[in-house]
């Protein structure tokens, strides 16, 4: 169990720019100084380009920064390796993408399991720890279909479950109802708040308005990389 | 612990494999292709050297070694006694032969007792040594009758021109050294090139030994057993080791009969040899060089399977598989290709070595086919080095990767 109100994440100046091909540049995120505590439910509002994404990949560490530091439960994932980060992210996060970002060459079933596949555990656990959750996200039926046989918004659900596979402490989600119909982006916020609520973990939404952010608990919002107030975010 | 993990990834590689049927087609057709070719060429190859390495022996490396004493005739009244080329003799005992036969690089060596008698020659042979068969005469130059066997008493060999000069034929018999000889052939030496000159007769060793130790004319000339050695040297080496050998052999005659000896040889062999050890190395090149191909082409194929699946190679980053765990991935997936395409490179290649001469594509006469299990292996070490490389810098690359960086590209 989780302890609230610890810090998880510190950002410190964090900044991201990203060189174009002209050799202008572009800083997506922009000294950035967010705290996210533990058992949080944070949402980051912002318009498309805000720097949303980048920031939620600095924080889940998909993505180095150009400057400042990420410091996830006290350490600092600049003096993380590559393997470092990679186990980081397979034990203690979960990504849930607007594009769902599922393999399309495996099954609903496979495509859970993969998340286990690198982790010490025999196949027969990961089967059966993948049939519960297609079970919780009612997708048991589902569990020999591709992600291109099943509807979007049972894809978005089967990305959560890959999400939740190896009992993350962080779920990150990037426009989680971006791309689906209102009452399956009801079920999916339903679940995530309640994976919030239930079992603490920590969870992170970025949104440029489709997820109802004031069920979360804070909400921040950004503009051109920086973190702003909610009027002068337009919102 | 192994086990799962390689199971993990041989099965994610088979899913990926079996996804991309065409490019995993091209690829696996390309090593079945490359090593089916370097199986038969180098098969082919292998036999040709075996072939004219085995006829070869007929022109091969082999000499002569003997003491020559005088070219004046030692008896004054009839050119007589133990006779080599031009040259009056020294003989020697069998035991120097045999000490010859185990000298290294030495396959062969037979004693040889060669007489005259007036304007008659007599050469006395080893009837079943190697050495006698490449040096002196062979069952391949019997031209009528048949060559001489061990147990043969009064039995000879006489030779084609002396045999048309004398009206001779088989079955007939001739007087010579106090003896009456039974013509069981006619011989043609002079078809190859013979170190040990050409006799007018030849008769098994033992009874030319008897002949001079009975006859009264050779008593006083002749106290051992022969009065030359025959040498093959094995099929190998250059030519400074065949020199080598050829020193060894004459400084072991010498010093057995504490004289300077001399060499008749005939070295052919060698640059025949080389010419076709040639063959073989270029076998070898041309499907090393098919290999390399094929290798690219793979190399090249991985590389654009990776740029296909680069978000999916963000995906897997993202839930949590490390840098190697990719490699080994794309690592497997090339090698089970290798292996695969090898594999049945292989049982292609193998049986179309032995069916081309079946369809007329290559003459099989007098050829020795054999696919060794060298070739065989060499041809699946190939396909899995080429394997390797070629997954090695597309594994490499896609384990590079940035998640976030392949996730942009979606």
């Known amino acids: ?235 | 612990m192994i086990g799962i993990v390689l199971e993990m990834y041989n099965y994610y590689a088979i899913k990926e494999i079996r996804r991309r049927k065409l490019r995993t087609a091209a690829n696996t057709m390309g090593y079945i292709v490359a090593v089916a070719f370097m199986i038969i060429m180098l098969s082919l190859a292998h036999a040709y050297t075996l072939t004219t390495t085995d006829a070869l022996r007929g022109i091969g490396t082999h000499f002569m070694v003997f003491i020559p004493a005088t070219t004046q005739c030692p008896c004054e009244f009839l050119d007589v006694g133990p006779i080599i080329k031009e040259f009056y003799t020294e003989t020697f005992n069998m035991n120097v032969v045999e000490e010859i036969k185990d000298l290294p690089g030495v396959e062969d060596a037979a004693p040889y007792l060669m007489v005259i008698l007036g304007n008659l020659t007599i050469g006395g042979i080893d009837v079943d040594r190697l050495a006698t068969k490449t040096t002196a005469v062979s069952p391949e130059e019997v031209v009528e009758g048949r060559y001489l066997e061990a147990d043969d008493d009064d039995a000879v060999m006489i030779d084609e021109v002396f045999a048309d000069l004398m009206k001779l034929d088989v079955d007939d018999t001739i007087d010579a050294f106090d003896y009456t000889f039974k013509v069981v052939g006619i011989v043609n030496p002079g078809i190859h090139s013979r170190p040990a000159g050409i006799a007018h007769m030849y008769a098994p060793i033992r009874v030319v030994q008897e002949m001079t130790w009975s006859y009264s004319a050779f008593n006083h000339l002749i106290g051992g057993d022969a009065n030359a050695v025959l040498v093959e040297i094995l099929p190998e080496g250059d030519v400074e080791y065949i020199n080598t050998v050829k020193e060894s052999v004459l400084e072991t005659l010498e010093g057995h009969v504490g004289k300077k000896g001399s060499i008749v040889g005939y070295g052919c062999g060698t640059p025949a040899r080389n010419v076709i050890s040639l063959t073989e190395e270029n076998a070898w090149a041309i499907s090393l060089i098919l290999v390399a191909s094929v290798t690219l082409f793979a190399l090249k194929s991985q590389l654009g399977s990776v740029v296909e699946r680069t978000t999916e190679i963000g995906i897997l980053k993202a839930i949590g598989w490390m840098d190697s765990d990719i490699m080994k991935q794309i690592l497997i997936e090339s090698v089970l290709q290798g292996f695969t395409g090898g594999l049945i490179g292989c049982c292609v290649g193998y049986v179309l070595t032995f069916l081309m001469p079946l369809l007329g594509l290559i003459s099989a006469e007098n050829l020795i086919l054999t696919v060794t299990p060298l070739i065989i292996i060499a041809g699946l070490i190939a396909a899995l080095i080429g394997a390797i490389v070629a997954g090695i810098l597309p594994a490499w690359r896609a384990a590079k990767l940035q998640p976030a960086e392949a996730l942009r590209r979606f």
């Open chain 1, 1 to 235: 169990m989780e302890t609230l109100g610890t810090t998880l994440i510190e950002t410190r100046e964090l900044t991201k720019v990203y060189l174009r091909k002209k050799g202008s540049q572009v800083k997506a995120v922009n000294e950035v100084n967010l705290k996210v505590h533990r058992g949080e439910f944070l949402a980051i509002v912002g318009r498309s380009g805000s720097g949303k994404t980048t920031l939620l990949n600095l924080i889940g560490a998909l993505d180095r920064p150009t400057s400042g530091t990420v410091m996830f439960e006290g350490k600092s994932l600049g003096d993380l390796s590559n393997r470092q980060l990679a186990l980081l992210r397979r034990q203690k996060v979960g990504f849930v993408f607007q594009t769902f970002n599922l393999l399309p060459a495996l099954t609903a079933l496979e495509n859970i399991e993969v998340a286990l596949a690198p982790t010490r555990i025999s196949s027969e656990e990961r089967r059966e720890k993948a049939t519960t959750l297609l079970d919780i996200f009612e997708l048991k039926d589902r569990a020999d279909h591709l992600p291109l046989e099943i509807s979007v918004g049972q894809r978005q659900k089967l990305a959560i479950a890959r999400a939740l596979a190896s009992d993350p402490i962080l779920i990150l989600a990037d426009e989680p109802t971006g791309e689906i119909d209102p009452i399956t982006g009801k079920e999916i916020v339903t679940k995530l708040v309640e994976l919030n609520r239930r079992h603490n973990v920590t969870l992170v939404v970025a949104s440029h308005g489709t997820f109802p952010y004031n069920l979360a608990k804070r909400v921040v919002f950004l503009r051109d990389g920086k973190l702003v107030s909610q009027e002068e975010a337009g919102y």
